[in-house]
């Protein structure tokens, strides 16, 4: 069976620090999409980025960046410099190959609090 | 503006009631979804629609019915409400994800009491 686990229920850090958010798909695909969404405290959720598990490749967009260790099917989304407006719940959302299903299971998320 | 559209924001309602979340998008959207959000549990899937007229169960399905009779529609019924069922409910687009993977849109949730 296929598992989705971020094992962080929860993370400080202080402004400007680095900080990155992990998250592993258990699974016996070899090829599958992961997504990542950001709830801040408003409450709503917003799509940040869909990594592929065929590209081992660091993606980098600002102060994010994302790694995808494909020997431990670990995704890392790292935010340099953090800021208090980077606090929210993040939630990975793997998806399986279409010949599975088409519901993308959600990890129980991490929160991420940013002191000033 | 394009988006999800979820309405009541918020509902109060007493145990045995019955009520419909309303779900609306513009998009066109092939896949649609209802998701519940209770602390510390992420977010778990209890309906999805593949287009108009299909409809399956997701992870947490008991209590609740759907229906798409339109690409733009996905009300979500709560048959006979029960305090487990409080909890933030969120409606989900997309195009079909496998097809085109370019991450839900999502409505702005409702706040749901049974009290």
């Known amino acids: 069976a296929q598992k989705v686990t971020q094992a962080q229920t929860e993370i400080s850090v202080v402004e400007k620090e680095d900080v990155t958010l992990d998250c592993v798909y258990e699974t016996r695909d070899t090829t599958y999409y992961l997504f990542w969404y950001k709830q801040p405290p408003s409450g709503e959720l917003v799509f940040l980025i869909r990594?592929?598990?065929?590209?081992?490749q660091n993606e980098i967009s600002g102060r994010y960046s994302w790694n995808f260790q494909k020997s431990t099917s670990s995704f890392n989304f790292t935010i340099t410099a953090s800021q208090v407006v980077d606090s929210a719940v993040y939630f990975c959302?793997?998806?399986?190959?279409?010949?599975?299903?088409?519901?993308?299971?959600f990890g129980r998320g991490t929160s991420l609090i940013v002191h000033p | 503006n394009a988006g999800v559209t979820q309405t009541p924001k918020f509902q109060v309602l007493k145990t045995g009631q019955s009520m419909t979340l309303q779900c609306a998008q513009d998009?066109?959207?092939?896949?649609m979804s209802w998701y519940r959000q209770d602390p510390g549990m992420g977010l778990r899937l209890i309906h999805y629609?593949?287009?108009?007229?299909?409809?399956d169960q997701g992870e947490v399905p008991n209590g609740y019915n759907v229906s798409r009779s339109t690409t733009e529609d996905f009300p979500l019924r709560l048959l006979s409400a029960a305090p487990s069922q409080t909890s933030v409910y969120f409606c989900a687009s997309s195009y079909l994800p496998w097809d085109r993977p370019y991450g839900y849109t999502f409505g702005s949730g409702t706040r749901l009491t049974v009290v």
């Open positions: 629609s593949v287009g108009a007229g299909i409809t």
């Open positions: 959302a793997p998806l399986p190959p279409s010949g599975g299903s088409y519901i993308p299971t």
């Open positions: 998009m066109n959207h092939e896949y």
């Open positions: 990594r592929n598990s065929f590209d081992e």
